[in-house]
C-alpha cells in the first residue's frame, strides 16, 4: 500500500498516468462535478425545530439577530453584503458564505475552523459581534416558550438543551439542498441547460477551475492559497487578519492566504464573492479566478460562458422538497 | 434484641453486597462492547486503507474530484469518537494508560495525516492543473514567438517541447538531473530577446512560472507523500488494537480471578449457611427439648394443681375433721361418763334385785323366820339405799343427759353429711343459709370463744349449685376471717345474705380483723399464695374459691381497710348456667395468675 502510494511507478501505473496528465482521457474519468442526492433523509421534527431555532432572534443576546438575519434563506443563504453586520451594528471581518448545502462542505467557515455543522452552529451564538450570547442566556430565554419547549421535546428524548439546539439547527441546514438545473445536466438531461452554459461547463472544466471547485459541491472539499499563480492581497492591498486564513487556525507559514475554496452552488446569489466580499459581480470574481487561480488569461466570450454556467447553479425553488421525512 | 436485629441485616446486606460485587465484577468484561471496539478498530483500518487508495486514486488522477478524499474527515471524526465512546469505560482502569496513551498516538499521528492530505490535494489540484496547461501555454506562446517572427520556430518550439516534457516527466520521475535540465532551459527561456512584445514575454513569463509551479509543486507533492508515506497509522490502529486487546486480556483475567473468588466466597457462603442451618436446626431441637420439659413441667404442675386442690380439700377436711372430732368428743365423754355411772350404779341394783328374790324365795317355802327376817333387814337396807341414793333418779338423768349427747353427736352427723354432700358432684337445690349454719358449725371450735358471730339473714331463694363446692368457699373464707381476726380483740364475723337483683343471691362474710395489706391484695386469689407460714396453707384456699365461684357462674370480690377489716362479697346466679364440678378440679385452663 505504501509502496503504492509514492507511485515511483512500474510500467502499468506509468502508462496511466501518462494518459491522464497527457490529456485528460474522457474515458476513464468520470465527471468532477458530482449531482445532488435526489433525496436526503432527515428527521422532520429535528429540521422543523431547527429551522425555527434558525429563525429565532432570541438566539442573540440582545434579541435582534437570528441565523436568518445574516443567512437569508429568500436571498441565496447569504446577506449580500462584503461584511455581515451583527448585534449593536457592529461589522464583522469576513463575508458571510452560505449555508445552502453548506453540510456538504468538508469544514466550515473560511478558514475551515469548525468540523462539522455541529461544531459551526455554537460559533455565531458565542462570537462577540455576530450574536454575542451564551447558551445560559439562550436557554433560559427559549425555556420561557412552552410551545418549543413542547416542541424540542417532542423532536428530542432530551428536550431543549444546548446539544439538541446544535443537533436541531444543524439538522435543519442539512436540509438546505438546493439540486439546480445543472444536476439534471449531470444526471443526461442535457436539454436541462441551454448549449451556452454547457460550453461554459467544458470551458469551466478545460480552463481547469474544477481543479479546486469540484465534487458534488463544485468546491467546499479543499483548501487553497487565494493567489496560486500572483500575489493578490498585494494587488488589493489593506492586508487584515481574516486574509491570512487557515493561518489563523494552524499557525504555518504554508497556510497563510489559504482558504476553504468555496462552494459555486447558487453563487449567482451571493454576491459579493470572495472572503472579503471585494468582487461585487460574478465577472470579476472570475476574472480574479483566472487571474490568480489559474494563472492564465482567456477570453471575454470564455468568461462569459463560464458565468452563464455558474448561474445554472442556482437551485430550483422547490429545493426543499427532496427532504424526505423519517 | 432489636440490636442485634440491626446487626443481623447489616451483616446479611454486607454479604449479599460482597456477592453483588463479584457478580458485577464477573460480568465486568463486556465481550459484545469488546468486539464492537475491535470493529471500529477495523474500520478504522479499513477507512485508513480506502483514504490511501483515495489519495493515490488522486494523484493519480483516476478521480476528478476530491470527495473521496475528503470525505473520510467527518467519517474518521465519527469513528474516533464512536472508539472514545466505547473505550471510555477502559481508560482509567488497569492497563487503560496504555490504551490512552495507544488512543493519543494515534490521534497525533492521523491529525498530522488529516494535515498532510489537506495539503496533497492542494498542491495536487494545482499541479494538474500547471501540468496540464503546459502543453496549451507552450503551444500559444511557440506560436505567438514564431508569428511575431522574433524567433525562427525549429529555435523556440523545441525548447518550449523540451522543457513541457521535461516538466511532465517530472512529475512521473522526480530527478535531479531532469530538474537540472528544466532549469537550466528556463534560464535559456528568460533569455528571449528584448524585442519581444510584452504580451508575448508576459506569456513566457507565464508559462515559466507554470513550469517552476510543476516542479514546486511536484516536490511539495512528493514530500507530502513521502510524509503520508511514512505516518504510521495503520501501525498505531494495530499499536492501539494490542493495547485494548491486551487490556481486554487483562480484565478477562481479572475475571476469571473474580469468577475463582466468587466460587471461593460462594462456597465459603454455602458452608456459613450449611453452619447457620445446622445450629437452627440445634436450637430448634433444643427448643423442641425445652418445649418438651416444658409441657412436662406444665403438666406436672397441673397434675400438682390437681393434687394441690385435693390436698386443699383434706386440709379443709383435716380442719373440718379436727373440729369435728372435738365436737363429738364433748358429748361422747359426756355419754361416756354417765354411761360409766350408771354401770356401777347396775350392781347396787343388781344387789336389791338379788335380796328381793331371795326373800320372795324364803316367803314362799315358809323359812325360818330368822332367814325371813334377815332377808327383810337386808332387801330393806338395799331398798332404802337404792331409794335414799336416788339411784333410779340419776340414772334417768344419766340417761337423758346420754341421749341428749348422742342426739348432739348425731345432729353433728346431720351437720357433716348437709356440709359434704356424698353427692357432692350433683347439683341440687341449696339454701345458702343452711350452709353457712352447717359451716359454722363445723368451723365452731376455731371460733369459739374467740368471735362472736352476727347473722343478718335476709329472706332468700335456693340456688341451684354444688353444696359442697359452696361449703367449703364459705369455710374457708370463714376460717380465714377468724384466722385473721387478732387474739387481743373481740371478734366480730358478720354473715349476712341478700337478694342481688332478681335472680342472683348476695352473700357477705366480714370480719373486724387487720385487712389485706395493699400489696398482698392483687395476689389474693393467686394460686399457691399464702401469707401462712409454710406447711401451715396451701395457698389454694381462696384461689380455689375464685374458681369455684367462677365456674358457678359468680362474682367473688374483696373489701378490705387495714385494721378495720374485710368483707368477702359473692355473688351466685339462682340458677347457674352449667355447673361441672370436674372443670374444677382438672381444667386446663385454670389460671395460674388470675
Not at chain 1, 479543499?222 to 491570512?244: E, N, S
Not at chain 2, 516534457?165 to 533569455?191: D, F, H, K, T, V
Amino acid at each position: 500500500m505504501h509502496a503504492m502510494l509514492k507511485r515511483r511507478g512500474g510500467p502499468a501505473g506509468l502508462f496511466l498516468s501518462l494518459a491522464v496528465w497527457a490529456g485528460g482521457n474522457a474515458a476513464l474519468a468520470a465527471e468532477p462535478i458530482e449531482p445532488l442526492p435526489l433525496r436526503v433523509e432527515l428527521d422532520a421534527a429535528k429540521v422543523a425545530l431547527g429551522n425555527k431555532l434558525f429563525h429565532d432572534k432570541r438566539l442573540s443576546r440582545d434579541g435582534t439577530i437570528a441565523c436568518a438575519s445574516c443567512h437569508r434563506l429568500d436571498s441565496g443563504g447569504v446577506d449580500n453584503a462584503p461584511v455581515s453586520t451583527g448585534i449593536d451594528g457592529a461589522k464583522g471581518g469576513i463575508n458571510a458564505p452560505t449555508v445552502f448545502n453548506a453540510g456538504y462542505n468538508f469544514r466550515q467557515f473560511w478558514d475551515g475552523r469548525a468540523s462539522s455543522l455541529e461544531e459551526q452552529a455554537a460559533g455565531p451564538i458565542h462570537n462577540p459581534i455576530e450574536m454575542g450570547s451564551d447558551w445560559q442566556q439562550v436557554l433560559a430565554k427559549l425555556r420561557q416558550d412552552p410551545a418549543l419547549v413542547a416542541q424540542a421535546a417532542a423532536a428530542y428524548p432530551a428536550g431543549l438543551s444546548d446539544e439538541t439546539i446544535v443537533d436541531a439547527i444543524a439538522t435543519f441546514e442539512r436540509s438546505l439542498v438546493t439540486p439546480s438545473a445543472f444536476d439534471r445536466y449531470l444526471r443526461g438531461d442535457n436539454s436541462a441547460i441551454g448549449l451556452d452554459e454547457a460550453r461554459g461547463y467544458q470551458l469551466f472544466k478545460n480552463y481547469g477551475c474544477v481543479a479546486c471547485h469540484q465534487g458534488v459541491n463544485i468546491g467546499g472539499n479543499m483548501f487553497q492559497v487565494f493567489g496560486v499563480m500572483g500575489d493578490y492581497f498585494a494587488k488589493r492591498g489593506g492586508p487584515t487578519k481574516a486574509d491570512l486564513g487557515r493561518y489563523n487556525v494552524t499557525g504555518l507559514e504554508a497556510d497563510k492566504h489559504v482558504f476553504k475554496v468555496p462552494s459555486l452552488r447558487n453563487v449567482a446569489l451571493t454576491a459579493p464573492y470572495f472572503h472579503d466580499g471585494s468582487a461585487n459581480t460574478l465577472e470579476d470574481a472570475v476574472d480574479v479566478m483566472f487571474r490568480y487561480q489559474l494563472g492564465r488569461s482567456a477570453p471575454a466570450e470564455d468568461k462569459s460562458l463560464i458565468v452563464k454556467f455558474l448561474r445554472t447553479l442556482t437551485g430550483d425553488k422547490q429545493a426543499r422538497s427532496l427532504v424526505a421525512t423519517r | 434484641m432489636s440490636k442485634n436485629k440491626i446487626l443481623g441485616f447489616a451483616a446479611a446486606a454486607t454479604l449479599i453486597a460482597v456477592l453483588i460485587v463479584l457478580v458485577a465484577l464477573t460480568r465486568s468484561v463486556d465481550l459484545e462492547a469488546h468486539n464492537r471496539i475491535v470493529a471500529t478498530l477495523r474500520e478504522m483500518k479499513q477507512l485508513d486503507a480506502e483514504w490511501n487508495t483515495e489519495v493515490l486514486r488522486s494523484k493519480t488522477g483516476f478521480s476528478e474530484h476530491y470527495d473521496a478524499v475528503a470525505r473520510p474527515l467527518a467519517q474518521l471524526a465519527s469513528l474516533e469518537s464512536r472508539l472514545e465512546q466505547q473505550t471510555a469505560g477502559l481508560i482509567g482502569r488497569e492497563g487503560g494508560d496504555a490504551v490512552a496513551l495507544a488512543l493519543q498516538s494515534y490521534r497525533e499521528v492521523i491529525k498530522k495525516k488529516i494535515d498532510a492530505v489537506e495539503h496533497f490535494k492542494s498542491q495536487n489540484a494545482i499541479l494538474r492543473n500547471s501540468s496540464r496547461y503546459l502543453p496549451t501555454a507552450a503551444q500559444e506562446l511557440g506560436d505567438g514567438i514564431t508569428a511575431a517572427g522574433v524567433l525562427p520556430a525549429e529555435k523556440i518550439v523545441p525548447l518550449l517541447a523540451d522543457l513541457v516534457n521535461r516538466s511532465l516527466s517530472y512529475i512521473l520521475a522526480p530527478e535531479q538531473s531532469r530538474r537540472e535540465l528544466i532549469e537550466g532551459q528556463l534560464a535559456q527561456l528568460g533569455r528571449l530577446p528584448a524585442s519581444l512584445p510584452a504580451e508575448l514575454a508576459e506569456k513566457a513569463r507565464l508559462f515559466a512560472s507554470h513550469v517552476e509551479t510543476v516542479l514546486r509543486q511536484q516536490d511539495a507533492g512528493d514530500v507530502i507523500l513521502g510524509e503520508l508515506d511514512v505516518l504510521p497509522t495503520a501501525e498505531r490502529i494495530d499499536v492501539l488494537s494490542d493495547a485494548i486487546a491486551g487490556q481486554h486480556d487483562r480484565s478477562l483475567l481479572a475475571q476469571q480471578q473474580a469468577r475463582q473468588w466468587l466460587i471461593a466466597y460462594s462456597v465459603a457462603l454455602l458452608l456459613a449457611l450449611a453452619w447457620l442451618a445446622s445450629r437452627l436446626i440445634r436450637s430448634f431441637r433444643l427448643l423442641r427439648r425445652s418445649n418438651a420439659s416444658l409441657q412436662k413441667a406444665h403438666a406436672e404442675l397441673q397434675e400438682s394443681q390437681v393434687y394441690m386442690v385435693q390436698s386443699e380439700k383434706m386440709s379443709a377436711l383435716g380442719q373440718m375433721v379436727a373440729g369435728i372430732a372435738h365436737e363429738i368428743n364433748t358429748p361422747l365423754a359426756y355419754v361416756k361418763g354417765t354411761v360409766d355411772v350408771m354401770h356401777e350404779q347396775i350392781a347396787g341394783l343388781t344387789a336389791l334385785l338379788g335380796s328381793s328374790r331371795r326373800f320372795a324365795w324364803l316367803m314362799r317355802q315358809q323359812a325360818d323366820k330368822s332367814d325371813i327376817r334377815d332377808e327383810f333387814v337386808k332387801l330393806e337396807a338395799l331398798a332404802k339405799k337404792t331409794v335414799d341414793d336416788a339411784v333410779l333418779e340419776e340414772m334417768d338423768a344419766l340417761l337423758e343427759s346420754s341421749s341428749n349427747g348422742i342426739s348432739q353427736i348425731s345432729e353433728i352427723v346431720v351437720n357433716l353429711k348437709n356440709f359434704s354432700r356424698l353427692d357432692r358432684a350433683k347439683v341440687s337445690q341449696f339454701d345458702v343459709r343452711e350452709g353457712l349454719e352447717s359451716t359454722l358449725l363445723l368451723a365452731k371450735n376455731l371460733l369459739k370463744n374467740k368471735v362472736r358471730i352476727d347473722k343478718e339473714f335476709d329472706d332468700i331463694p335456693n340456688i341451684s349449685c354444688s353444696p359442697s363446692q359452696i361449703n367449703q368457699v364459705f369455710l374457708n373464707l370463714i376460717t380465714n376471717a377468724a384466722q385473721a381476726i387478732p387474739d387481743d380483740r373481740e371478734g366480730v364475723l358478720t354473715l349476712r345474705t341478700s337478694r342481688a337483683g332478681t335472680d342472683r343471691v348476695r352473700v357477705e362474710i366480714q370480719d373486724n380483723g387487720a385487712g389485706i395489706p395493699a400489696d398482698v391484695l392483687p395476689k389474693i386469689f393467686d394460686p399457691f399464695f399464702t401469707t401462712k407460714e409454710v406447711g401451715k396453707g396451701t395457698g389454694m384456699g381462696l384461689s380455689i374459691s375464685y374458681k369455684i365461684i367462677q365456674t358457678h357462674a359468680g362474682r367473688i370480690e374483696v373489701d378490705t381497710e387495714a385494721e378495720v377489716g374485710t368483707v368477702f362479697t359473692i355473688e351466685l346466679p339462682v340458677q347457674p348456667p352449667v355447673v361441672d364440678d370436674d372443670a374444677m378440679l382438672i381444667d386446663d385452663e385454670m389460671p395460674l395468675a388470675a
